[in-house]
């Protein structure tokens, strides 16, 4: 979950390519809550690779601007 803005999705394609995980699809839904429009945006990504330590990877897409919520879908992990 996260406030659009300009350049969000680059910055987030940026930290996951800090830690070589390659983007294979994005998807964005708009989403109302408490009378402001929030943006969901769904990554699908490859599998990161064995070494990636997945707290700091959340660590880093939280201190962009606008992250509110990260959600991992572990199924693929």
């Known amino acids: 979950m996260c406030k659009a ?3 969000l999705i ?3 394609g940026t930290v996951f390519g800090e830690y ?6 994005i998807s964005i839904s708009s989403v109302e ?3 402001n429009i929030k943006e969901e945006i769904h ?3 490859k599998s990161p690779p064995h070494n990636v330590d997945l707290n700091n990877l959340l660590d880093d897409i939280y201190k962009i ?3 509110y919520k990260v959600i991992l879908d572990d199924d693929e992990l």
Do not use: A, N, Y
């Open 5 to 7: 803005r300009p350049g």
């Open 10 to 12: 680059g910055e987030v």
């Open 20 to 25: 070589d995980i390659s983007i294979k699809d």
């Open 33 to 35: 809550m408490e009378e």
């Open 43 to 45: 990554f699908t990504i």
């Open 65 to 67: 601007e606008g992250i």
